[in-house]
């Protein structure tokens, strides 16, 4: 493979291996700061339990987190430098913003949160893990800023002489639409997961039998999250569907398949073959109207196909192709959207279960929400992968192609030996994250210690480090 393929390959492998756990560190951030929240209201021991419990999942996602992080902004210098010099003086302000602002925050209270448990006044500590929370939120605020502008460039020019990007409106880069449905949809996500982490493991240990009133009610905290979050994530990632389609009406095209422009437009359920120019599937289940609803909020509305976009696009930027992976595309979205469907039917079910009491005998649900974590992980990877294959062939949408980004200076062996250094990096992580988490997720609950302690929770400190 080319030096170009090779270094978009190590970039998604990075990538999508980190936003594993962006999201979780998010939405479970949130949830530990509920959870202590009810313990200082009530009094109640048993939050204070759950609260040390989840933290220690918290804390060992935030560590492995931040490892496989490190890697993402230098490989804008290593593989990416020609994109580096014609946006670093727009991609880099979010991204200095979050290093220096929203991490710091992040790290910063969070470190005081492992280490305050009965060094300073309770409300004090309470605040430190809901400012860890929001840190951990604003990271994804500006990293989502950055990349927006990448799918939609607004508030810049072009300077003259060097025909670098330059930021001109600061205020256009956090109103840009595709910014602004992008940070809710992300963050509904993050709710999603972190509310799956809460039932996958209360109901773990419901089957088990094992501190049961205390797990009940993380079940119910989780599933009473999750259900309306993933209705919420659903509805949004329709409205940013409209979006999508106003910027980048071509990423609409191929995630429909659609190559001639049709007005109303029929939603694809289920396609084989069609994929590639002049083919016709063999097999297509359409729902009709429902992509111009979809895509255009307009039950009539016209949609593009790819062959007059294609055309138009030659006719802008020159000759090639403007034409994403279409599969990759079209099953990237409708893996998003069916798994998203599958969880709203299970915590809809958990719900049930919960309201009429059942939840705790119901042995077939704790088995599968054992296993449900894995849904939203490959709901926010198949989104991950529609952003970010849709838009190709542009690295920004419409200013500078992806092939015209990648550093001249480096070779296809260079970028060899940095895949496979960071993919056994990575398999390391990835088999350490998964040893602490189910080691720490089947444990039961710890006693609590008492609220005047001068020693932080054992545990806690030893994951800190």
Same mark, same amino acid.
């Given at each position: ?5 090779l ?17 979780l ?10 959870m202590?929240t ?6 109640d ?6 609260t ?16 496989t ?15 580096? &010099? ?6 880099g302000?979010?991204? %200095?913003?979050? !290093? @220096? #602002?929203?991490? +710091? ?10 280490f305050g448990?009965g ?10 893990i ?77 089957? &088990? ?9 993380? %079940?119910?905290? !989780? @599933? #009473?999250?999750? +259900? ?12 940013l ?47 009709p ?14 949609v ?21 992976v ?15 469907m599958?969880?709203?039917?299970f ?14 005998d ?31 062939p542009?690295v ?11 550093s001249?200076?480096i ?15 990575y ?26 302690s001068?020693?932080?929770?054992e ?7």
């Open positions: 493979m080319s030096t170009l393929d270094s978009r390959w190590q970039f998604a492998l990075t990538t999508l291996f980190h936003f594993v756990f962006v999201p560190t998010i939405g479970l951030s949130w949830l530990v700061a509920v202590q009810a313990w200082r209201r009530t009094g021991d048993e939050w204070l339990r759950l040390r419990f989840f933290g220690k999942l918290l804390l060992i996602n935030v560590a492995i987190g931040v490892a992080g490190l890697v993402q902004e230098f490989q804008f210098g290593m593989n990416w430098s020609s994109y580096s &010099r014609f946006v670093g003086d727009v991609f302000a979010p991204l %200095a913003i979050e !290093g @220096l #602002a929203a991490f +710091f925050l992040e790290s910063t209270f969070l470190g005081a949160w492992i448990w060094k300073i006044p309770p409300r004090l500590h309470l605040a430190t809901y400012l860890a929370a929001i840190g951990a939120t604003l990271s994804a605020v500006f990293i989502l800023a950055a990349n927006s502008w990448m799918q939609h460039p607004v508030g810049y020019t072009i300077a003259d002489g060097t025909g670098r990007a330059q930021l001109t409106d600061i205020g256009a880069l956090f109103t840009n639409k595709v910014f602004i449905w992008a940070l809710f949809h992300t963050l509904l996500a993050a709710f999603v997961i972190g509310g799956t982490l809460l039932v996958a493991v209360s109901c773990w240990h419901l089957r &088990r039998g094992r501190d049961v009133a205390a797990f009940r009610r993380t %079940a119910a905290m !989780g @599933l #009473a999250v999750m +259900f309306p979050a993933v209705g919420l994530a659903l509805m949004t990632g329709g409205r569907a409209v979006t999508i389609t106003e910027v980048q009406p071509m990423k609409t095209a191929a995630m429909e398949s659609l190559w001639q422009t049709e007005a109303p437009a029929s939603f694809s359920l289920f396609q084989i073959g069609g994929m590639q120019p002049g083919t016709e599937p063999v097999v297509d289940i359409e729902i109207h429902l992509l111009s609803l979809l895509a255009t909020a307009s039950w009539d509305g016209e593009q196909g790819i062959d007059p976009l294609q055309a138009q696009s030659e006719q802008q930027y020159g000759d090639g192709s403007y034409v994403p279409i599969p990759l595309a079209y099953w990237s979205l409708r893996a998003m959207a069916y798994l998203g599958v969880l709203l039917l915590s809809g079910t958990g719900l049930f279960l919960l309201k009429y009491r059942s939840l705790e119901a042995h077939w649900f704790h088995r599968l929400a054992t296993w449900s974590i894995a849904l939203p992980i490959l709901i926010n990877l198949s989104g991950w992968i529609l952003a970010e294959t849709g838009r190709q542009w920004v949408w419409g200013l500078q192609k992806t092939a015209d980004g990648v001249p200076s070779g296809a062996t260079q970028v060899w030996a940095s895949i496979l250094g960071f993919g056994a990096l398999a390391v992580l990835g088999v350490i994250e998964l040893r602490l988490m189910r080691r720490y997720a089947r444990e039961g609950l710890e006693p609590p210690p008492s609220e005047g001068d020693e932080p929770d545990r806690l400190t030893a994951l800190s480090y």
